[in-house]
């Protein structure tokens, strides 16, 4: 089984500052089946991007994703106030299985 | 727009079972296969089980194989999720999730949870 490890588990930013959000697996991750999440507390998670790059419906271009075989990275360029949040990384296999990583934690600096 | 509404929580002791339900709206139901992936206090996301759009593939987590079964009843627009032999480390936020079948690697819509406590 693949296992996530994202870093770091917190991140201690303010608004308008760049995030930059790391996943790395285990053994390599086809492109095509590495997405990214945003969870708030007492919310739906959301996603945010698909296919490594892909960005979802209605996200706005500061989030981007990047990365390939085993090193994978989210990246928001300017952080607004309703970004704060925790991002998982998850990557799907045959199985099927669907694996995700622990997380990472956006808090206001 | 696309709504999927949990519910069914509560507390429940150790050995016992609870069925949860998701209902759907706004997209068709039928089109959709449907996941639970759960979230214990403090730790990150677990998939849980699918079920295919029609009702025929099913899948299961090894932590839950045998005791959680995952159905759906497409004339309600409703997925649910029998879980028998509870334990506490079953206790978890429980979340359902659509995929495509042509895109199976990620979810793109979830609810928003109903927690299952697990305690005597």
């Known amino acids: 089984e693949i296992v996530l490890t994202q870093s770091p588990g917190t991140l201690s930013l303010s608004p308008g500052e760049r995030a930059t959000l790391s996943c790395r697996a285990s053994q390599s991750v086809s492109s095509r089946y590495l997405a990214w999440y945003q969870h708030k507390p007492g919310q739906a998670p959301r996603l945010l991007i698909f296919?490594?790059?892909s960005r979802a419906t209605g996200i706005p271009d500061r989030f981007s994703g990047s990365g390939s075989g085993t090193d994978f990275t989210l990246t928001i360029s300017k952080l607004e106030p309703e970004d704060f949040a925790v991002y998982y990384c998850q990557q799907y296999g045959t199985s099927p299985t669907w694996t995700f990583g622990q997380g990472t934690k956006v808090e206001v600096k | 727009q696309v709504q999927l509404v949990e519910s069914g929580g509560g507390v429940v002791q150790p050995g016992g079972s609870l069925r949860l339900s998701c209902t759907a709206s706004?997209?068709?139901?039928?089109?959709?296969?449907m996941h639970w992936v759960r979230q214990a206090p403090g730790k990150g996301l677990e998939w849980v089980a699918l079920i295919w759009y029609d009702g025929t593939n099913k899948y299961y987590a090894d932590s839950v194989k045998g005791r959680f079964t995952i159905s759906r009843d497409n004339s309600k627009n409703t997925l649910y999720l029998q879980m028998n032999s509870l334990r506490a480390e079953d206790t978890a936020f429980y979340y359902c999730?659509?995929?495509?079948?042509?895109?199976?690697?990620?979810?793109?819509?979830w609810g928003q949870g109903t927690l299952l406590t697990v305690s005597s």
């Open positions: 296919g490594v790059s």
């Open positions: 706004g997209f068709i139901f039928s089109d959709y296969c």
């Open positions: 999730a659509r995929t495509r079948a042509a895109a199976l690697h990620y979810f793109d819509y």
